[in-house]
């Protein structure tokens, strides 16, 4: 009786040592793959990380080139002046002097010296003709009419330059918009009003 009581008993323990090794070659199996696992994905991770680095750092520069740049250009006070059917764009520039219309030197494009002082008077009024560049591009109407165009335009950049120039302006008036155009023609006239000849007998 006692060596089959032992025989069951050695039986029992290897069993157990079977199911124990058993147990252990299954948590090894899945400490092994789980290492594997966390070993993979971290490069991956550090990888796709440097490459959203690397992409942010172009921007970066990208954005400080762009900033370099609008920082180099002039700082300009721009306005729009209007006469008849003439249209002129005048910037302001704090750094520059000379007044350029349309690519051309203001004497060239208005040789009459008379048209030279209508389209300069705000700044001559100012006195401040030496100091600031300016330059126009004006289109429509004739000779008479942009360089109305181009004084109003010049005022009311003067304005956004320094407010304390509206008074004096005004004073001169040199801000006020001449709305006057010429009429349109009608049918049946010679003109917007000239009726044609007519005979009674």
């Known amino acids: ?4 009581s032992q025989v069951k008993k050695t039986k029992k323990q290897e069993d157990k040592k079977e199911k124990l090794d058993v147990k252990e070659t299954k948590t090894v199996k899945k400490t092994k793959t ?13 990888e796709v990380e440097k490459e959203v680095e690397k992409e942010v750092e172009k921007e970066v520069e990208k954005d400080k080139e762009e900033i370099k740049v609008s920082v180099k250009k002039d ?14 764009r005048v910037r302001l520039f704090t750094k ?23 389209a300069i008077a705000p700044l001559e009024k100012m006195k401040i003709s030496d100091k600031l560049g ?18 109003l335009g010049i005022a009311r ?7 304390d120039f509206r008074k004096r302006l005004r004073r001169f008036e040199l801000l006020t918009r001449d709305s006057r ?5 009608k049918y049946g006239l010679k003109k917007a009003r000239r009726a044609p000849q007519w005979k009674k007998r």
């Open 157 to 163: 950049a003067l304005v956004k330059f320094n407010v």
């Open 34 to 46: 789980k290492t594997v696992s966390k070993k993979e994905k971290p490069v991956a991770v550090k």
């Open 96 to 118: 520059k002097t000379g007044i350029e219309i349309n690519n051309k030197n203001l004497q060239d494009y208005f040789p009459i010296f008379r048209l030279q002082n209508k």
């Open 181 to 185: 155009k010429v009429e349109r023609k």
């Open 1 to 4: 009786m006692e060596k089959k």
């Open 134 to 151: 300016v330059v126009v591009k004006v289109k429509g109407g004739g000779v008479n009419a942009q360089a109305e165009a181009i004084s």
């Open 75 to 88: 700082r300009y006070f721009e306005a729009v002046g209007r006469r008849k059917t003439a249209v002129a």
